[in-house]
């Protein structure tokens, strides 16, 4: 049997998400309602209950006819496609196997016009082991988290530099405070997307002020902002989720004249206390831009000196021939490697 949640349901969405052990807060409605004020479709959560088997799965369901490459070729609300939420999701399944479940969800997805699906799986849960025989699973780079068990062995987990510069930071009179204020959040965004300039990031990644807002209202308990001062100026900013023992790094920004006393280095050491202090057990940072090791990543390696978690992605055709249609219906694709490809 197969239910379908929408954010009218967002009490019984978050209930049924709630009930599952591994759940984070990439699952949950209020998360998502912000990713759909930002325009990347229409979130569900999908149920799927056969026998002592059940699994979640949240998407975003986006309309391919709304693309502004297939304007006026195919009409609305009769092609779509599956893609998991910015961040991380896919299924959570418990109760045994998942081979009938995955044919009851394929059926139904055939049933729905959903033509493809692409999926980033959560890499602390591993969900991409129980669904690795239904998708075409890619593994991608490698990523990093922060053990939060104790306070002494998330200072023994950092490099020995990580640990100088920290100290250097806390030296220079860094101050790292977090909360949910309206003006905290103002700050972010100030300071996020002044990086994003610098970094010459694609318009995606820039968040109007309501998908903000989203985040303050609608994850009142899950999502914060962690600040780093120095003398009364805010310098570095974070948001950080945290749901059911889980923290995960979720979009960061710096003051670049600032960047010598690093101050994000001291900000996730800081949240590493605040997780461990406040029950959770691990604080994702995630790797680098498309999954390289680039710099980013190895900022990120400098909080973990052990193994390592790599990142996988699924990918699934439900209709090859609809599938191909849309891929002729597109002029000049700019990156045949993307998935689905009539997006590329």
């Known amino acids: 049997m197969i239910k379908v949640y929408t954010l009218e ?84 399944i418990e109760g045994g196997g998942a081979e009938e479940l995955f044919r009851e969800y394929e059926a139904w997805v055939r049933e729905n016009g959903i033509i493809s699906e692409f999926v980033r799986f959560h890499p602390m849960i591993r969900n991409h082991e129980q669904c690795a025989s239904f998708y075409d699973t890619v593994r991608m780079g490698e990523v990093v988290h922060i053990d939060l068990e104790s306070q002494e062995g998330i200072w023994a987990g950092f490099t020995a530099k990580n640990r100088n510069v ?23 965004r100030l300071i996020y997307n002044e990086t994003m300039d ?53 979009l960061s920004g710096s003051l670049r004249e600032y960047r010598t006393l690093a101050p994000t280095n001291l900000l996730l050491y800081e949240a590493a206390r605040w997780g461990c202090e406040n029950g959770c057990r691990t604080l994702y940072l995630g790797g680098g831009v498309g999954s390289c090791e680039d710099n980013l990543f190895r900022f990120k390696r400098a909080f973990n000196r052990g193994e390592l978690n790599h990142f996988f992605v699924g990918r699934k055709i439900y209709d090859p021939e609809k599938y191909d249609m849309l891929v002729s219906l597109r002029s000049g694709i700019r990156d045949e490697g993307y998935f689905p490809k009539y997006r590329g």
């Open 9 to 92: 349901q967002a009490e019984q969405w978050d209930a049924v998400v709630r009930s599952f052990r591994e759940h984070d807060t990439y699952w949950l409605s209020g998360y998502v309602r912000a990713f759909m004020i930002h325009g990347d479709g229409d979130p569900e959560l999908i149920v799927c209950e056969n026998g002592e088997t059940r699994g979640i799965n949240v998407v975003m369901k986006r309309d391919i006819a709304k693309d502004p490459d297939f304007a006026g070729k195919i009409p609305e609300g009769k092609y779509f496609d599956f893609s998991t939420p910015y961040g991380y999701g896919g299924w959570l």
């Open 166 to 188: 920290i100290r250097k930071a806390v030296k220079n009179d860094v101050r790292i405070v977090n909360g949910r204020t309206e003006e905290m959040y103002r700050q972010f």
């Open 198 to 250: 610098e970094d010459g990031a694609e318009p995606y990644y820039y968040f109007e002020e309501p998908f903000y807002a989203s985040l303050r209202e609608d994850l009142p308990e899950n999502a914060q902002v962690f600040q780093a001062e120095k003398d009364g100026k805010v310098i570095a900013s974070s948001v950080l989720l945290h749901c059911n023992g889980r923290m995960n790094y979720h």
